[in-house]
């Protein structure tokens, strides 16, 4: 798997008078020890750390070059068969070598290069502050690609044992003499072709070949071959400063316990909030109720980054709800829960097959010169589909005067797109209403809020034709996809998310990532991806919930979250049951509705809400036919 991250590099400060704020900040943002952060500040150009988040990345970013320093950002990708994270450029200059190689029919020498100092307490300089004069000390036919601050990769024509330790010593010269003569250098070799014919081949060898150079007591650095356990490198201290407490607290913290942290006094968990990166900040933010009195107070300090008043009193409360919920125990029950359903999932077999009735709606949605009777002959075949769709477009719902007889009238007055979504969602929909619920769930309530929120979606898109175009009906009706498979294959796990959910009034879906670090909008998501279903309608299920964590449709996975929080609200009969649903909108919602809709307010959503009472009480017909 190869995954994305934007690393910041600090190339030039500002004033010294700023540097203790600097440290601070790089501390806080990057997670550096205290002294790391300290000696980068003196001591630049360094990497300060690879992001996941482009978004997390420009806001550090624009934060830095704010505070006068001089930086710039570049991506790196990270594949489990590399120890390093690397520069996209700079894989492919390295596999442009490998392929002149190849075509001379010439052997080269790959020797991955990493420095430490003898002390494990002292920091080194970057070698991307070297790269220029590295690059000079070595021929100019060999390659030197600078990787990051304590890593290098060296591509050159030596290869028997003699020309090796020539350029061994060379390596290790040029780190004594140019970074610090108090240092361990790493150094592994591999032979193109011998070893490998591609980069990943030649440092798996590297890896195993590696010899340490070392000063002994005389001065004089000795050559040792090392045993060296891949999983160590890069390792982190496993000891946790209260940054990084914070952080993981605030990060992983799911269900009761993210409830329990928003129950502490503002001062108190702004005490604690203040401590960690702005971009961790914001996530919890986005996880409140859109009404918590939390809200205001949050984003005036988030936007301001006002001081901390009482650290101790935040650290000790904290570290307190860390004790009671128990975290390294319930973190490794949630790995746990997470990798079984994951491999679950991994097995095509395991998961709904997708119906043949929504295949043939879908391959005729796809050709653009279908008509009317091409339409309606792809839906002709289930008479179940066909009296659905009849019975929802003839519903008070559309507003329509005449009745429609057939498929083919629904076509022409409403429009190939409209009946297209609402076939191929209710064709689906087929597949996890003909699941064995375990009588966990009724068949005819999932239906009723399936049916429901599939409406109230398109109610609300009515006057957004890009979003409605996208298939709001279909997204609103297959929102709870992952919930079905998680009841039919994991039942036991799930009577135990609807104990704890209704034992701590708080949702399903927040216990399911409390239990297993991800919800069924995730599940949902991975099902879509195997039905090869549009990727706005896959971020749409999969992000209803957490609608900015949809890196391309966030706005339309709002609206069906926004859709599913009306429908809840309607079906809620006393006041405990409307304080839980509130917490299924959130800020993250809000601020994406607010994009939608100029006039998104209180009072919006108090209309939107009684017109979803309106449409559900129109609509009842349609929701007594359940297959």
Known sequence: MIDTFYRIILTKCGKKENFKALSRFFVKEFKLQDRKAEFIVHNPPAILGDIESLTNAELALHHLKGMNVECSMTTVIKDKRLPFSIKQQQLKWISKEFSKTLRACVETTLFYVTVSHIDEDMFLPSLLGKKEVLENTFRYSDSV???????????GFASDKDGSDVVFDKIVHFMEMHINRNIIVNIGMSIIPGDGKSFYDLMSVAKKNIFSFKKDASGISRKNEIIVDNNQLGRKDASLSDIQVFSLCFNKA??????????????????ALSRISISDQKKFFLKLPHD?????FLAEKIKNQSDHADVDTARKKVRRVISEMQLVENLKERSSNHKQIASALNHVESIFNIPDIALQVYKVASDPESNADDIASSILPDPSLSIKILK????????????????????????????????????????????????IISP???????????????????????LKNMGAFTAGLLHDLGKVYLIENFSQFYTLVIEKAESYDILTSAIEQELLGMDHGAIGRIIGDNWNLPNSLVQAIG???????????????????FADYLVHMASATTE??????????KVDHMIMMKKLFNDFNTKFIENAFEDTLRIIDESSEIFKIVR
């Open 576 to 585: 405990s049951q409307r304080a839980m649903i509130k917490q299924l909108f």
């Open 292 to 296: 918590s009195p939390l809200t205001s």
């Open 392 to 439: 929802i477009v003839n519903s008070p719902f559309y507003g329509r005067s005449g009745q429609m007889h057939s498929i083919k009238d629904a076509v022409v007055i409403l429009g190939r797109d409209e009946v297209i979504n609402m076939a191929f969602g209710l064709s689906l929909s087929k597949s996890f209403l003909d699941a064995d619920l375990k009588g």
């Open 444 to 466: 005819e309530i999932l239906w009723k809020h399936s049916m429901e929120t599939a409406l109230i979606s398109r109610y609300l898109c009515q006057n957004l034709p890009e």
């Open 145 to 155: 690609f600078v990787i990051d601050d304590k890593t290098f990769i060296l591509l």
């Open 543 to 561: 992000f209803h919930h957490q609608p900015s964590a949809a890196p391309d449709y966030s706005a339309f996975a709002a609206i069906i979250g």
């Open 254 to 271: 799911r269900g009761k316990f993210y409830n329990d942290l928003t129950a502490l006094p503002p001062d108190v968990l702004w005490g």
